[in-house]
């Protein structure tokens, strides 16, 4: 992914004696400057995007979008798949190829939770990005069992992907 260029890995213990090298991309984003998006999910950061706001999973997801993958949000707060903020677009129904790939995740990982924010595809090619916001975020033990579930699914390390944003000054 060009645009999320891997400039750092992010070191996780998934277990006693097993740590992963997860790829992870650093990157500022830009604050939408406007007060005009009331639904921001409990005061998440609304970031410009081509001249339009959106949250960060957002920004990422069309990110991935220019670069020929299709893809969602995995909103774990309500529930959902997103391709646009809740305020504008409705929740989205996975291709029933991926809605089996994500389900078979979870049994693996034994819990609904943890899957990283954004799930893209192209073709049979999978990628999960997680965001965290710098300093205010991290990785959580539900998204380690998620992370060594979808490894035993056949995800590579070079299919996953941490973005550690935050705000430009």
């Not at 060009?2 to 090298?21: I, Q």
């Not at 005009?36 to 409990?42: E, F, I, L, M």
């Not at 959580?140 to 430009?168: F, N, P, Y």
């Amino acid at each position: 992914m060009f645009a999320l260029a891997r400039n750092s890995t992010e070191k996780l213990r998934l277990s006693p004696g097993r740590t992963v090298h997860v790829p992870k991309c650093v990157i500022r984003f830009q604050r939408w400057r406007r007060n005009d998006v009331k639904d921001t999910y409990g005061g998440k950061a609304v970031l410009t995007f081509r001249g339009k706001p959106l949250f960060s999973e957002l920004v990422v997801l069309r990110l991935v979008e220019e670069e020929g993958w299709h893809g969602v949000w995995v909103d774990s707060y309500r529930r959902k798949y997103r391709v646009g903020m809740p305020s504008v677009a409705e929740p989205v129904a996975l291709p029933e190829r991926e809605e089996k790939f994500l389900k078979k995740i979870r049994d693996i990982a034994g819990c609904r939770g943890g899957c990283f924010d954004v799930f893209a595809w192209r073709g049979s090619n999978h990628r999960f990005i997680e965001l965290k916001r710098r300093t205010k975020d991290r990785i959580r033990l539900t998204q380690k069992r998620w992370l060594a579930a979808a490894r035993r699914c056949g995800i590579r390390m070079s299919d996953l992907l941490i973005v550690e944003w935050d705000i430009a000054p």
